[in-house]
């Protein structure tokens, strides 16, 4: 298994560009998450996804936007970047409930977004 | 509401001594769930170690082990004989039960710990 990937690692934007942040996992998990890290913090969720068709709001949805057609998929959209989103963006996913591991969230590499 | 506390931003150790990373938790739910992760300089993060809140029994893992105290709501981490591979970042994250099922991770600011030779 790959795991958790991402795609890009790294991407420069330019303030007002738009971009997709990509996300895929093939350990058939229902819940993905997608975190932002701002330097020297901890991680805060930005939306999360409970199975295919739907998701939720995290703590900092503003400015971006998800879909999740397919339980492997879960990309991340930037509409109109700002300075302010300059971060390391993290998707997750996690072991469904009733499993000997279940909760543990397994994370992808990260991408390395500057918004200029 | 959910918070995270990580008390110490910065701790500097020298090789081979032991090293205790403080984590400081505040929740209203009687079922949450406690993590550590690792964070290295490559910057992925590794899953250390995960409790429930019904589990208070202190876990020890080689040279890493847990102090959960519910008392204090408090899930320390130490590492003994600590060495350079062990410099990276550590957060600690809570995880409460929901109605979905989510599980979101609420993440504390994390403590850089630099081991020196």
């Known amino acids: 298994n790959a795991g958790v990937t991402q795609t890009p690692k790294f991407r420069i934007l330019k303030i007002g560009q738009s971009m997709t942040l990509q996300c895929a996992q093939d350990m058939n998990h229902n819940y993905m998450y997608w975190y932002r890290q701002d330097p020297g913090m901890g991680l805060k969720l930005i939306y999360y996804s409970v199975g295919a068709g739907i998701t939720d709001k995290g703590e900092v949805p503003n400015g971006y936007n998800v879909s999740r057609s397919t339980t492997e998929d879960f990309p991340l959209r930037l509409e109109l970047a700002a300075p302010s989103q300059t971060s390391v963006y993290f998707c997750a996913s996690r072991t469904p409930t009733g499993t000997g591991t279940y909760n543990e969230q397994f994370f992808g590499p990260g991408t390395r977004l500057t918004v200029l | 509401a959910q918070k995270v506390t990580q008390a110490q931003t910065e701790i500097s150790v020298v090789e081979k001594e032991d090293v205790t990373l403080d984590c400081v938790y505040e929740t209203r739910d009687t079922t949450y769930y406690l993590f550590w992760y690792k964070q290295p300089p490559s910057g992925e993060l590794v899953f250390l170690i995960r409790?429930?809140?019904?589990?208070?029994q202190n876990e020890i893992s080689g040279r890493y082990s847990w102090n959960f105290q519910k008392s204090t709501s408090s899930f320390n981490f130490t590492i003994t004989a600590s060495q350079v591979v062990d410099s990276a970042v550590y957060f600690c994250a809570l995880s409460e039960a929901r109605l979905d099922s989510s599980y979101k991770l609420i993440f504390g600011s994390g403590t850089r710990l630099l081991v020196r030779p």
């Open positions: 409790r429930n809140s019904f589990d208070e």
